[in-house]
């Protein structure tokens, strides 16, 4: 069974960074279009950044510019950067597959911005 692991979120100040980052299991991440995604409490479940598997990127307006989306193939692993952090970006963040495959949602990372 495919599994997603995210880790990598913690609490941080506004204006911090923190690198997030999501290990896959029985899937080649290189071969899928990859996401990250968002969730707080209440709130649909919204995609931030997105990379195809030729490495194209495209962000939701709210990041462009402080997140940066990667995958390291070899690690099987894709990445979220996330600088100059704002308190509106605290939420749970998953990756998953575009478009993202319901039985494959891991438990996520927790990331806190305090003002």
């Known amino acids: 069974q495919v599994q997603l692991v995210e880790s990598g979120g913690g609490l941080v100040q506004a204006g911090g960074s923190l690198r997030l980052s999501c290990i896959a299991s029985?899937?080649?991440?290189?071969?899928?279009?990859m996401g990250w995604y968002r969730q707080v409490p209440g709130k649909e479940r919204d995609l931030v950044a997105g990379?195809?598997?030729?490495?194209?990127?495209n962000y939701a307006d709210s990041v462009k510019g402080r997140f940066t989306i990667s995958r390291d193939n070899a690690k099987n692993t894709v990445y979220l950067q996330m600088n100059s952090l704002k308190p509106e970006d605290t939420a749970i963040y998953y990756c998953n597959m575009r478009p993202p495959r319901n039985n494959f949602w891991g438990q996520g990372t927790q990331v806190t911005v305090s003002s």
């Open positions: 029985r899937m080649f991440v290189s071969i899928f279009d």
């Open positions: 990379i195809t598997t030729g490495g194209s990127t």
